[in-house]
């Protein structure tokens, strides 16, 4: 996105419910939503605006998850 490496924390197969697991990924997922609101150009995106509002996520997804396949 706009030239910038923004990887997103490690997922796992096996132990992904481990209380530590969970909070490690937790801590990774707020720097990666940190990083993308502190950017000049990431964080006007639209894109990034519209996943950002609550009020998306009072809709109803089914029909998006449809559109992926």
């Not at 706009?2 to 707020?30: H, T, W």
């Not at 000049?40 to 995106?45: A, C, Q, R, V, Y």
Request: aromatic fraction near 12%.
């Amino acid at each position: 996105v706009c030239g910038v490496s923004l990887p997103l924390p490690p997922k796992k197969l096996i132990g992904n419910m481990d209380r530590e697991f969970i909070a490690e990924r937790q801590r990774g997922l707020q720097a990666y939503l940190d990083s993308i609101t502190q950017h000049p150009l990431i964080s006007t995106s639209l894109f990034v605006k519209k996943f950002l509002d609550p009020s998306n996520y009072s809709a109803n997804y089914t029909g998006w998850f449809e559109h992926l396949h």
